[in-house]
């Protein structure tokens, strides 16, 4: 599974946000040089490069690890969001302080 969301690493670890150049998934990754979310779109990716073809489903007919991997990146994107409400709520009540 795919890295989405930055907490996960350390405070002062460098990370990039990368996007995946096989599903699109937008991910974490250690290294400068990632292209992929996961092992599975690497291997899927070398498939495609050697066979010539394109992937092996579209946008109506995507596989499972790929729904779920959409599915914890919108999780994590709407954490995000929540969190950023949170704050914002704060910042304005202690503004509406007198």
Same mark, same amino acid.
């Given at each position: 599974m795919p890295t989405l969301d930055r907490s996960k690493f350390k405070y002062n670890a460098k990370v990039f946000e990368k996007t995946c150049l096989y599903c699109g998934t937008v991910y974490f990754a250690n290294r400068s040089t990632a292209k992929y979310c996961t092992s599975t779109c690497r291997g899927y990716a070398n498939q495609a490069?050697?066979?010539?073809? &394109? &992937?092996?489903w579209n946008e109506e007919n995507r596989t499972v690890d790929a729904l779920l991997s959409q599915v914890a990146y919108l999780k994590g994107q709407l954490q995000h969001y929540v969190n950023e409400n949170d704050e914002l709520k704060k910042i304005i009540s202690e503004r509406k302080k007198p």
């Open positions: 490069k050697h066979l010539n073809e &394109a &992937a092996p």
